[in-house]
């Protein structure tokens, strides 16, 4: 069994934001993209546990996980043993959840990454997608178990390519992240207005006036996690439509799965819905031309007012800047 070549491992610094992908990490769009399939219902690696994946240690939980194996680890397939299992619903590509995870290369034993370089609070949890569209590691980590489960994972080198070491993975998942959950505030007085559909898709209606010159913004709900920091890599749910005829334009909702994308990959109005707010926000805002897509001249959208509505479900912090 293999996944997808990943080249962008790397075996000095792994990013949690390029963990996989056969042709390394995209370049930041102005509209971000999700990177899943909520839709996916079958297991697309199905990793099985096998004698390697059986001999990893696994100790702690959140921040502190970590895993002890035997250095010169090399397993012929990928292997995967679920610790211990969780007792929430079985997780599928396309998913979005917190948790927690630390990477070893399984030739020399050494701690490569941890979610805790990155995490922006103390209990090292960050925002994990079980990405389909690169069979990202954490696919082979913790789909098809239930939520809350612990797992041990051993894949070998040459998954990443021809050359590359084999690693040790230990995961865990804790929420599935869907919707925002902050507590609801009052709406402001001449913005638009915003129903939610039972799953937690917004419906905005653009108020019957001219559209503002300057950047608007309203916090629908408030968050009471992790506050965003510029350059973060934020994990969302949004809709935007356009002021002049309240049309929809772009909806992760409608995609079917949350999307990740750095604050600085997306034009100014929409990073000043971001930034400065906390994880379980819900934040409505307007973006004028000027703070939008105005100075694209190519695009659809130059001339126009956007209206957006974002759920931020998730943080984490560069690597570089986690010391």
Do not use: H
Not at 6 to 11: D, E, M, T
Not at 201 to 215: K, L, N, Y
Not at 248 to 264: I, K, L, Q
């Amino acid at each position: 069994m293999r996944l997808r070549p990943l080249a962008v491992l790397s075996l000095a610094v792994v990013s949690a934001l390029t963990l996989a992908g056969c042709a390394g990490a995209a370049e930041p769009e102005d509209t971000p993209t999700p990177s899943g399939d909520a839709a996916a219902s079958e297991c697309l690696v199905d990793a099985q546990p096998g004698a390697v994946s059986d001999a990893i240690s696994v100790s702690g939980s959140g921040a502190d996980l970590a895993a002890t194996f035997s250095a010169g680890t090399e397993p012929a397939e990928i292997e995967r043993t679920i610790v211990t299992e969780g007792d929430g619903d079985e997780l599928r590509a396309g998913d979005v959840v917190s948790g927690v995870y630390a990477i070893y290369d399984g030739v020399t034993g050494e701690l490569l990454e941890r979610s805790a370089d990155s995490a922006a609070g103390a209990d090292g949890e960050i925002p994990l997608q079980l990405d389909p569209q690169q069979y990202s590691v954490f696919v082979a980590a913790l789909e098809c178990a239930p939520l809350g489960s612990t797992a041990a994972l051993a894949i070998p080198g040459s998954a990443f390519g021809e050359g590359r070491s084999s690693i040790v993975i230990v995961a865990q998942s804790f929420d599935k992240l869907t919707r925002a959950d902050g507590a609801d505030q009052e709406p402001v007085e001449g913005m638009p207005t915003v129903e939610l559909a039972d799953d937690g898709t917004p419906r905005i209606t653009v108020p019957d006036a001219d559209a503002p010159t300057e950047v608007q913004l309203a916090e629908l709900k408030q968050g009471d996690g992790p506050v965003v920091e510029p350059g973060d890599n934020v994990t969302v749910q949004y809709t935007g439509v356009k002021w002049s005829d309240g049309e929809e334009f772009d909806s992760s909702w409608g995609r079917g799965a949350p999307t990740s994308f750095p604050t600085s990959g997306v034009v100014d109005g929409f990073r000043q819905a971001l930034e400065g707010y906390a994880v379980g926000s819900q934040v409505l805002v307007v973006v004028p031309p000027a703070a939008g897509y105005g100075a694209s001249p190519t695009s659809e959208l130059k001339d126009e007012t956007l209206v957006f509505v974002v759920d931020i479900l998730g943080t984490q912090r560069a690597i570089a800047a986690a010391g």
